[in-house]
C-alpha cells in the first residue's frame, strides 16, 4: 500500500476535530502503515488549532497547517494539498459526516484510476442543502460537461502527482469544480464511487449556505470558465 496524506479541512470545528482525527488514525492506521494526517485550520475562530497541536504531541502522524485568516474552502483543500507528503492523497471534511472505513470502497481502484471519487447515496441534509447542491453539479455540467454527479462530495481519494501538473486558481467553493475539470481534461482517469454512509451534521454550523460564500462561488465559476475560452482560443493560434 501507498503513503497515503489524509487531507481535512477545518473552519471553527472545535466540537468535531478532535473525533475525526482519531477516527482517521484508526482507520487509516489499520490500511496503511504509511501515512499522515493533515488538518488545515482556515483561520478558526474557536480552539480548533489548539485541540489539533495537543493532538499533534500525542501522534507524530497528525500534522496542522494554519491559515492566519479564514481564506476560503478551496484555499484550505489546496494548502493541504500542496503539503501533503504522501503518494496518495485522501481528503474529506472535519465534520464527520461521512463514514471514513468508506475508504475502503475507493482503494481498489486507484491502481487502475487516478481519482477515486465518491458520491453521495443517499445525501443526509436538510432538502434545501440538496436543492442547492444539485443545481450547482448541473451547472458546473452545463458548463464544463460532464466530471461527476456530486462534484463537491468532500470523500475524494487520488494521485499526489495531479496536484503538480494542473493549475486550479479557486480558492472558494469553486475548487472541486475546478480540480475535477481540469483533471479530466488533462487526462487523468476518474473513477466514481456511492457512498452510503453519509450522516448528518450532529456538532458545529455549515457555512455553504452563506450568502458571501455562494456569491464568492458563482464569481470563481464565471472566471474559470472564461479562463478555459481564453485558454482554448491561445492553444489554436
Request: glycine letters at 8%; a neutral charge.
Amino acid at each position: 500500500m501507498p503513503g497515503i496524506s489524509v487531507v481535512l479541512p477545518a473552519y471553527n470545528e472545535e466540537e468535531n476535530i478532535g473525533p475525526a482525527v482519531m477516527e482517521a488514525i484508526e482507520i487509516v492506521g489499520a490500511i496503511a502503515d504509511d501515512f499522515e494526517i493533515v488538518v488545515v485550520d482556515d483561520g478558526s475562530r474557536d480552539g480548533t488549532a489548539e485541540k489539533v497541536r495537543r493532538l499533534a504531541e500525542r501522534y507524530p502522524q497528525v500534522r496542522l497547517v494554519q491559515h492566519q485568516v479564514n481564506q476560503g474552502y478551496g484555499a484550505a483543500l489546496y494548502s493541504g494539498f500542496t503539503g501533503a507528503r504522501k503518494e496518495l492523497v485522501f481528503f474529506t471534511d472535519s465534520d464527520r459526516q461521512f463514514d471514513l472505513t468508506e475508504i475502503n470502497k475507493l482503494l481498489p481502484f486507484i491502481g487502475e484510476y487516478d481519482l477515486v471519487i465518491g458520491y453521495r447515496a443517499p445525501r443526509r441534509d436538510p432538502f434545501m442543502r440538496k436543492l442547492n447542491g444539485w443545481g450547482w453539479s448541473a451547472l458546473v455540467t452545463l458548463l464544463f460537461g460532464y466530471t461527476s454527479r456530486d462534484i463537491d462530495c468532500a470523500f475524494k481519494l487520488f494521485r499526489r502527482e495531479i496536484i503538480d501538473r494542473i493549475n486550479i486558481e479557486s480558492r472558494g467553493a469553486t475548487f472541486s469544480a475546478e480540480f475535477l475539470v481540469r483533471a479530466k481534461r488533462a487526462g487523468y482517469r476518474i473513477r466514481e464511487v456511492p457512498l452510503a454512509g453519509h450522516r448528518p451534521r450532529v456538532a458545529g454550523s455549515p457555512t455553504g449556505a452563506r450568502l458571501d460564500v455562494i456569491t464568492r462561488a458563482f464569481r470563481e465559476l464565471i472566471r474559470f470558465r472564461w479562463r478555459l475560452w481564453v485558454e482554448g482560443e491561445r492553444a489554436e493560434i
